[in-house]
């Protein structure tokens, strides 16, 4: 059910979280990077239209080559910022980059076509979500782009998703398009709860990560790296993560 006005921009935005500080990690290995390439192609919510990329001016016609990009800014790996849901939330450009930043777990949950992914499971990952963390959840189902099956991912409980809140998290990321209920169960009334649970309460929301499978089940050092778009609901990011000692 909504909860306001559709002709009200929702307010409420609780603010930053008071998320614990780490102490400084200590990097084991490389720099994994877990973007998605941008292109037409790129994974995305079936919500949205793809990416256009095109030339302003080419080579030899024009002495250079100059791309042009019209898209969403939700297609591909991104980040959401407090904005998407709240109006009095701040913008992708306002976040700061203590919220970007920061060891936390990737914690790989396999689950079926519209799995739900529960507190438990969260309590029960291994290595265990430490208060302040970065959580990433790996779900494997990057691979499932371009088929049916990419709209039917797992998602978070509300139950799950009010124990990040507790735990206070950074940031939450998602290999699926999206933490909340799979584009192919909603009704005509769904209003995003998991989107609006954590963003609320200062839970920064990315989406569409790559390249888990080598940090699967590890703690790891993360740069969320989104442009930083003035006012902007979100923004695509560059991704990386390298495994903490």
């Known amino acids: ?3 306001r006005s559709s002709s009200e921009p929702r307010m409420g935005w609780v603010g930053w979280n008071e998320a614990p500080a780490h102490p ?3 990097i084991d290995g490389v720099w994994c990077d877990l ?3 941008f292109g037409e192609n790129v994974p995305r919510s079936a919500m949205f239209l793809p990416p256009v990329l095109g030339k302003f001016a080419s080579m030899p016609e024009k002495p250079l080559d100059v791309s042009r990009l019209e898209t ?3 297609v591909g790996t991104h980040v959401d910022a407090p904005n998407h849901f709240y109006a009095d939330g701040p913008g992708i450009d306002e976040v700061p980059l203590d919220r970007l930043m920061g060891g ?3 914690a790989s949950i396999q689950l079926p076509e519209f799995g739900e992914i529960t507190a438990l499971d969260l309590e029960r990952s291994a290595p265990s979500i ?3 963390d970065i959580v990433v959840i790996h779900t494997g189902w990057e691979h499932r782009w371009g088929t049916e099956s990419w709209n039917r991912h797992p998602c978070l409980s509300q139950d799950a998703a009010d124990w990040l809140v507790d735990m206070k998290i950074r940031l939450l990321a998602v290999d699926t398009a999206t933490p909340d209920l799979a584009f192919d169960r909603r009704g005509e009334s769904f209003d995003f709860p998991i989107h609006r649970t954590l963003l609320k309460h200062g839970v920064l929301i990315a989406e569409q990560i790559a390249n888990l499978e080598a940090l699967a089940g590890k703690r790891a050092y993360f740069m969320f790296l989104p442009v930083p778009i ?3 609901d ?3 990011a560059r991704v990386l993560a390298a495994q903490i000692q």
Do not use: F, N
Request: glycine share 16%.
């Open 130 to 132: 430490e208060k302040g």
């Open 234 to 236: 979100g923004a695509p």
């Open 35 to 37: 973007t998605y390439k």
């Open 24 to 26: 400084v990690a200590v």
């Open 72 to 74: 969403i800014v939700h």
């Open 104 to 106: 936390g777990v990737i």
């Open 1 to 3: 059910m909504c909860d």
């Open 230 to 232: 003035l006012g902007c």
